[in-house]
């Protein structure tokens, strides 16, 4: 019996119980879901949702809501506490992918489920990335890296991961390798539309879908797209999403991009590890945070920095004086951008933008 958490209480609930069985006590107790308003505020206030449910089309129903913590059915339907919830997976689709020019690769995915951002993507620089899904198996992700480590090829990843799994045809998956080889798959009790495509440098997938126009739409766009890697991804997701997305709707995104010292102060290879774990438009909202984490940590070409001459030097010095600061990097280190001040020869014009903005 699978488990969610119970509201904000820190509790781990079974999926199905029998009415009584249970402790609700705090909850929000409803005979359907037909409310869906009063399952958001109740949700987004940290309030246990629990539904009574008679029939396995109830059960299925509840369940199917990512505000729903429990329901609870009545003692003389006990046998619904044997219904397969396997089946009750959450439709999500990804793009694993590889950028050779850059040495990066990442996974990017949107998905009608809580935080999925901690579940599908895994990745590792100069080895390969890995997205695993539907009713996931989160242990391919560390044995898949594993796996790409010992030199397999994507293919042969997918094919030992999911021999080994007697919950394979519930899995999907998708796996490039350290040579940009994709490769996919998706088990026979996947719910539709489900499938993937793959090609050089990438491997897109997804589940429960409008239609295979969402994977075709990533396979596209991908395909036909240049530049960062990120941004790519970023309009991989925006594309599926126009081709229909995932037929449950939108809950959460996620997007991971690896390099090998690229990360913070070059002492770390995670680039971007950013996630929208509940939001109403998850892929538009990922988008905003990208942007912001652009401004922080990403880098100007060394050929577009501004000589800080006699006169910017003095507007400097005037607009740290307004905000209280003697320092450019005093003030850069409170506003998180230190990873964009070098010296004091030379300004980044996006700290220069920023300085002037907060100064008036």
């Not at 369940?63 to 997976?89: F, G, I, M, Q, Y």
């Not at 539709?192 to 396979?219: F, H, K, M, P």
């Not at 003095?314 to 506003?335: F, I, N, P, T």
Request: net charge negative; proline share 4%.
């Amino acid at each position: 019996m699978r488990e969610r958490w119970f509201g904000a209480t820190g509790r781990r609930v079974p999926e199905i119980s029998v009415e009584g069985e249970l402790d609700l006590g705090g909850a929000l107790v409803v005979d359907d879901v037909s409310d869906t308003a009063r399952l958001e505020q109740a949700h987004a206030e940290g309030t246990p949702v629990v539904v009574r449910a008679s029939t396995a089309q109830g059960v299925q129903e509840a369940l199917a809501r990512p505000e729903v913590a429990s329901v609870v059915v009545p003692e003389t339907k006990r046998e619904l506490l044997e219904l397969d919830l396997t089946k009750l997976t959450y439709g999500t689709f990804s793009i694993a992918a590889r950028d050779p020019d850059t040495g990066q690769w990442g996974v990017a995915t949107q998905s009608k489920f809580l935080a999925v951002g901690s579940v599908v993507p895994w990745a590792e620089p100069g080895v390969g990335a890995v997205a695993t899904q539907a009713y996931a198996n989160p242990r391919y992700g560390p044995q898949g890296l594993e796996l790409l480590r010992q030199g397999l090829s994507a293919t042969e990843v997918v094919e030992r991961l999911t021999e080994a799994d007697e919950g394979r045809e519930h899995r999907q998956l998708g796996v490039v390798d350290a040579d940009g080889r994709g490769a996919t798959y998706t088990g026979s009790e996947c719910l539709d539309w489900a499938g993937g495509r793959t090609g050089d440098n990438y491997a897109a997938q997804g589940n429960i879908l409008v239609s295979g126009e969402t994977v075709d739409a990533i396979a596209e766009m991908f395909e036909s797209s240049s530049g960062p890697l990120a941004e790519r991804l970023l309009d991989c997701l925006a594309a599926a999403q126009a081709a229909g997305g995932d037929s449950r709707g939108q809950q959460s995104a996620a997007i991971l991009i690896v390099e090998k010292d690229g990360g913070y102060a070059s002492l770390s290879d995670v680039v971007i590890d950013l996630r929208v774990d509940d939001h109403k438009t998850p892929i538009d909202e990922l988008r905003r945070l990208y942007g912001i984490h652009q401004q922080l940590f990403g880098k100007t070409p060394g050929e577009d920095w501004i000589e800080v001459d006699t006169e910017l030097r003095a507007e400097l010095r005037e607009r740290l004086g307004r905000l209280g600061y003697e320092s450019l990097g005093d003030w850069a280190g409170v506003e998180n951008l230190e990873e964009r001040v070098v010296g004091e020869e030379k300004i980044d014009p996006v700290v220069l933008e920023e300085l002037r903005r907060q100064s008036g």
